[in-house]
């Protein structure tokens, strides 16, 4: 079946550093969704894109969809503690004409003071 | 505008027991889903309504797994009987259109002993 893989599966940052995740598939995505979820709570959506090569910021967060449409990325600048949590990416595919969003395995980021 | 309403937050059963979940969707929005969280994964799709139609349920493991959305707003999950694996977070999602931004409910998290 398709498959999303992230990377890197965990990181540990320091605060006020940059962060770089990333989203990679042999499919190709018609809609790309970036999701941040907190332990026992469900997802929330960052930032959506809709076009191969659109690249779209949410304050200190910028994601881009690939031009392959094969993947997608996404940016953390001037990290904070707050940000931790796990985040997942999530692509729309069609089958048999039937849309439905994939998602990916997580980025699990933890930022140390 | 409220948001995903899911209840109940936590259930514990013991396996060979039966559970429901409910689900109430952002007003309006047309396309439901109930996804399946294991522990340390992302979201698997179980579900997809449009309306009170269901258009996916391939991944739905139908032996013991029911939903149903009669009147193309509120939804139940309905697991029958329960598995130790079966433990897990169940997210319901809606969204406008197929193709529209998801956005989550904060989930059930099953335990099954």
């Known amino acids: 079946g398709q498959q999303l893989n992230q990377s890197p599966q965990s990181m540990f940052i320091q605060e006020g550093e940059d962060v770089s995740m990333n989203c990679t598939s042999s499919?190709?995505?018609?809609?790309w969704l970036w999701y941040k979820q907190d332990p026992g709570e469900g997802p929330v959506l960052l930032i959506a894109?809709?076009?191969?090569?659109e690249l779209t910021s949410n304050g200190r967060l910028t994601a881009q969809f690939g031009i392959t449409r094969k993947d997608s990325f996404l940016n953390i600048s001037a990290s904070i503690p707050s940000d931790v949590g796990i985040y997942f990416c999530?692509?729309?595919?069609?089958?048999?004409?039937?849309?439905?969003?994939?998602f990916g395995t997580g980025t699990r980021l933890k930022v140390l003071a | 505008e409220a948001g995903v309403a899911q209840s109940p937050r936590y259930k514990i059963i013991e396996k060979r027991q039966s559970v429901a979940f409910w689900c109430n969707p952002i007003?309006?929005?047309?396309?439901l889903y109930w996804y399946q969280q294991i522990l340390g994964q992302g979201p698997k799709l179980l579900i997809q309504?449009?309306?009170?139609?269901?258009?996916?349920d391939s991944q739905l493991p139908k032996d013991r797994f029911s939903a149903e959305r009669l009147k193309g707003v509120d939804s139940t999950l309905k697991i029958q009987p329960a598995k130790l694996e079966d433990s897990a977070v169940y997210l319901c999602?809606?969204?406008?259109?197929?193709?529209?931004?998801?956005?989550f409910g904060s989930g059930t998290q099953l335990s099954v002993l």
């Open positions: 999602a809606s969204s406008s259109r197929v193709v529209e931004k998801l956005f």
């Open positions: 499919s190709i995505f018609n809609t």
């Open positions: 999530a692509g729309l595919v069609t089958t048999s004409g039937t849309y439905k969003y994939i």
């Open positions: 309504f449009q309306n009170n139609g269901v258009v996916d």
């Open positions: 007003s309006g929005h047309a396309t």
């Open positions: 894109l809709y076009k191969a090569g």
